[in-house]
């Protein structure tokens, strides 16, 4: 049974940081290509980062420069890294897993909440 758990969301000020921790079972985590997508409400579901097996990492540019995606595949993790928060990066925050092995496979973990305020 596959699952990834996601962490580390919580109530910080703007200007703080946050790490968000994503554990996953289940699958071949090292050949997966992981990430990090959040929903605001009312707005649709959007990427964040994602890092792909092979090493390379994808930014939305409301991303760029603040937050960084990063993985042990030794611990089955990709973590999160998000400084410099702003009121707008609240959102619930997904974690995601995708690949191909024979089929493909797209999961998704339950979200954790960020929200950023004064």
């Known amino acids: 049974q596959v699952q990834l758990v996601e962490s580390g969301g919580g109530l910080v000020q703007p200007g703080g940081s946050l790490r968000l921790s994503c554990a996953a079972s289940?699958?071949?985590?090292?050949?997966?290509?992981v990430g990090w997508y959040r929903q605001a409400p009312g707005k649709q579901r959007e990427l964040v980062a994602t890092?792909?097996?092979?090493?390379?990492?994808n930014y939305a540019d409301s991303a760029k420069g603040r937050f960084t995606i990063s993985r042990d595949n030794a611990k089955n993790t990709v973590y999160l890294q998000m400084n410099s928060l702003k009121p707008e990066d609240t959102a619930v925050y997904y974690c995601?897993?995708?690949?191909?092995?024979?089929?493909?496979?797209?999961?998704w973990g339950q979200g954790t909440q960020v929200t950023v305020s004064s």
């Open positions: 995601n897993a995708r690949g191909r092995i024979l089929s493909t496979y797209n999961y």
């Open positions: 289940g699958i071949i985590f090292s050949i997966s290509t």
């Open positions: 890092d792909s097996s092979g090493g390379t990492r």
